[in-house]
T-cell receptor, first 112, second 108 residues
Framework: GEDVEQSLFLSVREGDSSVINCTYT??????LYWYKQEPGAGLQLLTY?????DMKQDQRLTVLLNKKDKHLSLRIADTQTGDSAIYFC????????????FGRGTSLIVHP | NAGVTQTPKFRILKIGQSMTLQCAQD?????MYWYRQDPGMGLKLIYY???????DKGEVPNGYNVSRSTTEDFPLRLELAAPSQTSVYFC???????FGNGTRLTVT
């Protein structure tokens, strides 16, 4: 079945770049997403990329998609302490129910 | 720009009580979902809907019911609440997938 895998933790210094990686198995994925969840809060849609794209940039966020390796990454430039949160990768297969599959989340800790 | 709206934000139920969690979206999305998230855990799909009048079970449907009479609304019904249903409940719609802010439910 479909699976989405992420590393569980990432620690960076304020001002550095963060790169969060994700691998997925469903080759029919249409949408690939990144969500941010702060403690006690909901899932905020950060950005998403269509499967026919290789890259998407939105201010400090850059998403790279390698379809051949089924690898998705989120780069956060100039990481701030306010970026500390759990980041979920998700993919949404095309057609049918569009049921998304989520990774377990990467906890990003930003040190001052 | 309301997106996905969930009510209530918080609720405490006694064991055996029932309640309905409300969810509405204004993006004209066909697909809607209910998830639960237990502390420190990921998301588990309870029910989903691919359009008005059509619903189907997800991974953990027991103890819950849904209906989808309109495109906009997708309420989740808890009958005979149990402590195991203490969780945070998220409603979502797609595509692309947007979440509501969640309902924090405690059953005591």
């Amino acid at each position: 079945g479909e699976d989405v895998e992420q590393s569980l933790f990432l620690s960076v210094r304020e001002g550095d770049s963060s790169v969060i990686n994700c691998t997925y198995t469903d080759s029919s994925s249409t949408y690939l997403y990144w969500y941010k969840q702060e403690p006690g809060a909901g899932l905020q849609l950060l950005t998403y990329i269509f499967s026919n794209m290789d890259m998407k940039q939105d201010q400090r966020l850059t998403v790279l998609l390698n379809k051949k390796d089924k690898h998705l990454s989120l780069r956060i430039a100039d990481t701030q302490t306010g970026d500390s949160a759990i980041y979920f990768c998700a993919e949404n297969a095309s057609g049918g129910s569009y049921i998304p599959t989520f990774g377990r989340g990467t906890s990003l800790i930003v040190h001052p | 720009n309301a997106g996905v709206t969930q009510t209530p934000k918080f609720r405490i139920l006694k064991i055996g009580q029932s309640m309905t969690l409300q969810c509405a979206q204004d993006m004209n999305h066909n697909y809607m979902y209910w998830y639960r998230q237990d502390p420190g855990m990921g998301l588990k799909l309870i029910y989903y809907s691919v359009g008005a009048g059509i619903t189907d079970k997800g991974e953990v449907p027991n103890g819950y019911n849904v209906s989808r009479s309109t495109t906009e609304d997708f309420p989740l019904r808890l009958e005979l609440a149990a402590p195991s249903q203490t969780s945070v409940y998220f409603c979502a719609s797609s595509p692309p997938l947007h979440f509501g802010n969640g309902t924090r439910l405690t059953v005591t």
